[in-house]
């Protein structure tokens, strides 16, 4: 009921902000612009916002992202705000062509390391104060190391952690995988010396680290990572320059996988399969 809730909300904002849908189009005066900071230092948390260790029997790597995409941004103004009911600004678009609502990744914004992924006029943004900041993330790029015929490659990990992706088709990193129907969060590719695998994390697997999980729950398989700001977000409404809020995602050893001969390596082509791609806590800060 929780996903229904989320989805119904965010058909909702997106018809209320349909001026801001488009990360893409020209804003006029100041703006609240997000950016994407991929941190492998950054803490490793598990779904409750706590210090989490690699599970046993699995390996994990730290991988260097290339790109990463966001489905849904919302400000929430303390811990007691239930999913959807703060500021809701962004809301990706959607689509039913595989059957039940999803992503549409086809018109995703995939954006680097300290790039900006969504900006709004902060004259749109509703003024108050705000504590916490949930983005659901919706897919990874990033190069990790496989070992593949008894070698070390560098490797190329395409992941879908969004609720639901339609997916036509997407390039790992010279491959082109085509997939022309939906897939549910964990679904993922590898490319490594021109070949590419293919898999699927188990349902709820992939970590969605929220620190106000008792006041206010997320629903599984969403990807809406939570993260408080050090000091409070005020908006008045009367801003004259830009703020920009830095969203640092940690992916301290995020890409996890079933290690099945015990020897710290990803072997994809031996059967090794991921078992989280989920990002590994989020702290949002911001500058003028």
């Not at 941190?39 to 260790?53: A, E, Y």
């Not at 021109?194 to 206010?216: D, K, M, R």
């Amino acid at each position: 009921m929780l996903k229904r809730l989320l989805l119904l909300g965010s058909f909702a904002a997106a018809a209320i902000l349909s001026s801001c849908e488009n990360p893409t189009e020209p804003a006029t005066g100041a703006r609240l612009i997000f950016k994407f900071k991929f941190d492998s230092t950054q803490t490793r948390l598990n779904n409750i916002g706590q210090p989490s260790t690699i599970a046993a029997g699995n390996a994990a790597q730290s991988p260097r992202f290339r790109s990463a995409s966001a489905h849904y941004i919302e400000l929430a103004p303390d811990a007691l705000t239930a999913l959807g009911k703060g500021n809701v600004l962004y809301v990706a678009p959607e689509t039913n062509a595989g059957g039940s609502t999803a992503i549409d990744f086809s018109k995703s914004v995939l954006v680097g390391d300290n790039e900006e992924f969504f900006a709004v006029p902060l004259s749109q943004v509703k003024p108050g104060t705000y504590k916490w900041l949930r983005v659901s993330l919706a897919y990874q790029n990033a190069e990790v190391t496989v070992r593949y015929n008894g070698v070390n490659y560098p490797a190329t990990i395409a992941g879908f952690v969004g609720f639901n992706t339609y997916i036509n088709s997407f390039k790992v990193n010279t491959q082109t995988v085509a997939v022309n129907a939906n897939k549910k969060q964990g679904f993922w590719a590898a490319e490594v010396a021109g070949l590419t695998f293919q898999g699927q994390a188990p349902e709820g697997a992939v970590t969605v680290p929220n620190p106000i999980f008792a006041t206010s729950p997320i629903p599984q398989g969403s990807c809406v990572v939570t993260g408080d700001f050090s000091q409070a977000l005020t908006i008045s409404g009367n801003e004259t320059q830009d703020v920009v809020v830095t969203v640092s995602l940690s992916v301290n050893k995020s890409f996890e996988w079933k290690d099945d001969n015990r020897n710290g390596l990803f072997e994809p082509a031996s059967g090794e399969m991921v078992v989280d791609m989920g990002f590994r806590g989020m702290k949002p800060s911001y500058a003028q």
